[in-house]
């Protein structure tokens, strides 16, 4: 063979060899699936970074949201057929969407209420199939708690219900009860419906507000935090977001502390790890956050035990 030729043909041996050198490794797709604005994007983008996990290099965010819940299983079978690697959801109702779509993509939540209650998962140590992920937990009894401890005279407590009866509202009618408290579910379906809530609390002779974590509030946490101020009714929100913004109190799991967690299970997952192996996440630590600029606005007094507890007082 002349040299010419040989030369000729080895360049195009080697110019697939070239191609694939320059595409570099693989680039993983995970879908993002949400009730509302999806709040983990970015701080989920930066945790995983710390990872090796690099958007627009070796990873790729599919977000999908939804304005109402019924919209969840399309958009959930959409990510689908997209052929994602893994997809997060955020919300019990997104993480059961995704559940009912798919039992071969990887599925990793974050989640406010019991994942085995909800089915799931099997149990929160061996989750088995093909979901895990993060679990803040039901807390409503004790933020009902720090409630009537701010406001010791008030006998009933509304909260916006997004969801119909379930065993989480009547642990929290159970709660009521043990603190001499009448709770008040008022129907909340979307954003429209939250201006209307306080109005509605008012008329049902609420002395309280008790901001139940579901996923969809949290974009709103704002808006209603200023809603409770202007109707002069007290609450209680689950996020410090509530608080920060006017909401008299919140309590919750620390800010972000789950998303380093979840980042180390998409890690795991996405190197060949199975999810059912990987136990599901729970928050390690809890914040109460006071402020009282809104207590003055709305002439309560907080008794100086429960500001003492505090981790943060704003003034």
Do not use: C
């Not at 995970?30 to 509302?36: Q, R």
């Not at 994007?41 to 627009?56: H, I, N, Q, T, Y």
């Not at 309280?208 to 996923?215: D, E, K, Q, W």
């Amino acid at each position: 063979m002349e040299r010419r030729t040989f030369l000729s043909v080895l360049g195009l041996l080697a110019a697939p060899l070239a191609a694939e050198a320059q595409q570099g490794e693989r680039v993983y797709r995970i879908g993002l699936l949400s009730e509302g604005p999806h709040p983990l994007s970015r701080p989920l983008a930066d945790a995983l970074r710390e990872l090796g996990w690099v958007e627009g290099k070796n990873l790729k965010f599919e977000t999908r949201s939804a304005d109402r819940e019924d919209q969840l299983p399309s958009l959930a079978a959409e990510l689908v057929r997209l052929k994602v690697d893994l997809i997060l959801t955020n919300g019990t109702r997104a993480a059961r969407a995704a559940k009912e779509a798919t039992k071969a993509i990887h599925v990793v939540f974050n989640l406010g209420e019991d994942p085995v209650a909800n089915r799931l998962v099997a149990s929160f140590a061996r989750p088995g199939g093909n979901l895990t992920g993060f679990a803040i937990g039901l807390y409503d009894d004790k933020a009902l708690e720090i409630l009537k401890e701010a406001l010791p005279g008030v006998r009933r407590v509304a909260f916006p219900a997004a969801a119909g009866p379930g065993e989480r509202f009547a642990l929290l009618h159970a709660a009521g009860r043990a603190l001499g408290i009448e709770i008040q579910g008022i129907p909340v379906q979307g954003p429209s419906d939250l201006d209307g809530f306080f109005a509605a609390a008012r008329r049902a002779g609420a002395g309280g507000v008790l901001v139940v974590n579901i996923a969809w509030f949290r974009p709103y946490l704002e808006r209603i935090g200023a809603a409770s101020v202007k109707s002069r009714l007290p609450a209680i929100g689950y996020y410090r977001q509530f608080a920060e913004v006017g909401g008299l109190l919140s309590y919750g799991p620390a800010p972000f502390e789950n998303v380093p967690r979840l980042a180390a299970q998409i890690d795991k997952i996405l190197k060949g790890a199975k999810p059912g192996d990987l136990p599901v996440e729970q928050p390690t630590k809890f914040e109460l956050v006071i402020n009282l600029k809104t207590a003055k606005a709305l002439g309560v007094t907080i008794p100086q035990a429960l500001l003492q507890r505090a981790d943060e007082v704003i003034e």
